[in-house]
């Protein structure tokens, strides 16, 4: 649905506009306690429905009052009841424009869209009804917390970290601002600050979204166990369906990282199942049907994809895919589109410099992935610009450079406790080149246990570069009888 755009009153239809209080409509809360799936479910509209005074389940929320809920806790909302939201919004900001928190819920509802979508154009109209509401009444806490969710999705971290300490400023008991800074630190590489900051929101709220919150954090710290645990009960108690495939396709990914390839399928099936709007899990099912061979359905399903939300990410993959089955023109043809979606996204003010170094890395001008990348690094240095950075430096001929980066991205001391395999893939690589070939090999075959099918291109170099590596040699084996020597 095409949402029209709704313009910023301006300074005097603010100022002279009725001072008599305006109606707002208020999403009531109710709580309801019940145990689901082991755990304590205290949410709001979304996830709790009131019970009649004769015993009996009142009707589900309208579609603009469970949007409503979803986009001002954070969780995700379905496409069509964010239409409907935005809708009645826009139409009623523009009879009640001093209404600071109609303007936030805009401004939120458009972020969400933006996100779900890959529009990027939402991001500018987000930002001018959350600027409009902070006009209005100036420090208020929902539309600081939207700039703080607008700034993550345009992968601004530093910015979105200031908003959010701005609303937690003026609410500091404020828990829906916590995900919003915990995305902030970890984009900024912070990951001590992003535990500090869920152990906060986990005092503030329990439910299922601060559990799918705490994976993510469990999963950055390298513990995937606590992290598949707790996606699984969010997963059983949320009841919005997109809710849940939201939930779903996080834990598809989880499976897709440790190799567990039949488990991320079915999570990916069930999420589109539920959502079919859920179109990360339709390019999760992409990816994991690629790795177990099953290359036309795998194309079809990355297809669909990036037909309904055309994520440069997708576009790269499924690049990928084609190169590997020997497509050279198909490959280009998606290497187009993503420079193009890209520069979409930089005019929304999406900050796309990672996934584009990542393309010139292995398949563009080096000199210009090195040069991004390193900017972007200097700015936000999360694990992922870390590697990216690592790897285009490599590709540039400099290794050493390049070693020293990929050990941070993979060293647990320093925030690098993801078992990535492409990241591991990428330090014996550059080993490789710096003639170390114990630790190459090590780091080669750690990558294929970490996950035999990470990359339908990368795999086989992998493989290529242990047989060429060949069997340890007795130098590579320290003597363990051997005495010290003496002085």
């Known amino acids: 649905m095409e949402n029209r755009t709704v313009s910023a009153p301006d300074d005097d239809a603010v100022e002279n506009e009725q001072a008599a209080p305006v109606s707002r409509p208020r999403v009531r809360r109710r709580v309801l306690l019940a145990a689901v799936a082991g755990c304590a479910v205290l949410g709001v509209v979304l996830a709790l429905v009131p019970w009649g005074q004769d015993g009996t389940r009142a ?36 009879s009640h424009p001093r209404d600071a928190e109609a303007w936030a819920v805009l401004g939120a509802a458009y972020v969400e869209q933006g996100r779900r979508t890959a529009e990027p154009a939402n991001y500018p109209k987000a930002e001018d009804a959350l600027r409009t509401s902070l006009k209005v009444r100036a420090h ?16 601004d971290f530093r910015a979105a970290r200031t908003w959010s300490e701005a609303a937690l400023k003026a609410d500091r008991g404020r828990w829906a601002t916590y995900p919003q800074l915990i995305d902030a630190h970890t984009g900024l590489g912070q990951y ?26 469990y999963r950055d710290r390298g513990w995937r166990e606590d992290a598949a645990a ?51 899990a339709l390019a999760g099912q992409g990816r994991t049907l690629a790795a177990l061979g099953r290359t036309t359905e795998a194309l079809n399903a990355y297809r669909v994809a990036f037909a309904k939300q055309p994520n440069p990410e997708y576009a790269l993959e499924l690049g990928e895919l084609y190169e590997s089955l020997g497509l050279g ?55 992922a610009v870390t590697d990216a950075l690592a790897w285009a430096l490599h590709r540039a001929g400099k290794d050493k450079e390049a070693l020293k980066l990929a050990r941070v991205a993979t060293d647990r001391h320093h925030g690098g406790a993801v ?14 080149e710096l003639e170390m070939p114990g630790a190459a090999r090590r780091h080669l075959q750690e990558a294929l246990r970490i996950h035999p099918h ?34």
């Open 59 to 94: 009707p589900e929320p309208a579609p603009g009052a469970q949007a409503l809920t979803a986009v001002t806790t954070g969780v995700a909302a379905a496409l069509p009841d964010l239409a409907v939201l935005i809708d009645e919004r826009e139409r009623h900001v523009r």
């Open 140 to 155: 208020n806490a929902e539309a600081l917390d939207g700039m703080a969710a607008l700034a993550n999705a345009r992968r």
């Open 192 to 217: 001590k600050a992003a535990k500090r900051a869920l152990d906060r929101l986990l005092e503030l709220r329990s439910g299922p979204e601060t559990l799918a919150w705490a994976a993510g954090v």
């Open 230 to 280: 707790a996606l699984s009960d969010a997963a059983a108690g949320a009841e919005a369906p997109a809710e849940r495939a939201a939930y779903l396709e996080r834990g598809g990914q989880l499976a897709w990282e440790r190799g567990d390839l039949e488990v991320a399928l079915r999570h990916f099936q069930e999420a589109v199942r539920l959502d079919p709007d859920q179109r990360a």
């Open 329 to 383: 023109q198909a490959a280009r043809v998606q290497y187009d589109l993503l420079r193009e979606r890209a520069a979409r996204g930089a005019a929304g003010g999406v900050d796309e410099e990672l996934v584009l170094g990542r393309f010139e890395a292995d398949h563009g001008d080096v000199k210009s992935a090195v040069r991004r990348l390193r900017a972007e690094w200097r700015v936000q240095p999360g694990i």
């Open 419 to 432: 078992r990535n395999a492409l990241y591991v893939y990428h330090l014996g690589m550059i080993e490789r």
């Open 454 to 487: 990470f990359s339908p291109t990368r795999v086989p170099l992998a493989e290529q570069a242990l047989a060429e590596l060949g069997e340890p040699s007795v130098r590579d084996v320290p003597d363990m009888d051997a005495k010290p020597e003496k002085d």
